[in-house]
């Protein structure tokens, strides 16, 4: 019966075959293995940890969203579904901003009041 290899073994073993191939006799010691192993668990156990926490997280959102009568009060969804239901344009928004900035000299102000740019 064969005996399972771990990822790190196979790839020694791997490279083992591709040094004979080449006639070139390398091995990599094995207690240097173990200490790539014990690293790379730990790495592992770290990812795994934060993929359970976004998950976690994930999931509180989405129970929040979907219970939201129970974290906010009817009088508040109702105002957020009003300000929701507006249609506001930003193409015309960013327009009229650009508009009053030039019309009223508003970087010519900052730059005489010394708001802007000054070093101490």
């Known amino acids: 019966m064969e005996r399972v290899l771990s990822d790190e ?7 083992e075959i591709y040094q004979r191939r ?8 094995s ?3 173990n200490r790539n192993t014990q690293k790379k ?13 976004v998950s976690i997280l994930i999931y509180f959102t989405i129970y929040i ?5 129970l974290f906010f009060s009817s009088e ?3 105002k957020v579904e009003v300000i929701l239901a507006y249609d506001i344009n930003f193409s015309e928004k960013i327009t009229q901003l650009n ?14 009041c010394g708001c802007a740019g000054r070093r101490r």
Do not use: C, H, W
Not at 22 to 29: E, G, I, K, L
């Open 41 to 53: 668990d730990t790495k592992r156990f770290k990812k795994m940890l934060i993929q359970i926490g």
């Open 65 to 69: 969203i979907q219970n939201s009568n």
């Open 99 to 112: 508009d009053y900035i030039k019309n009223n000299n508003f970087l010519k102000r900052i730059i005489s």
């Open 76 to 78: 508040f969804i109702k």
């Open 9 to 15: 073994e196979k790839f020694r073993k791997a490279e």
């Open 22 to 29: 080449r006639n070139v006799n390398v091995t990599v010691p």
């Open 31 to 33: 207690r240097d293995l």
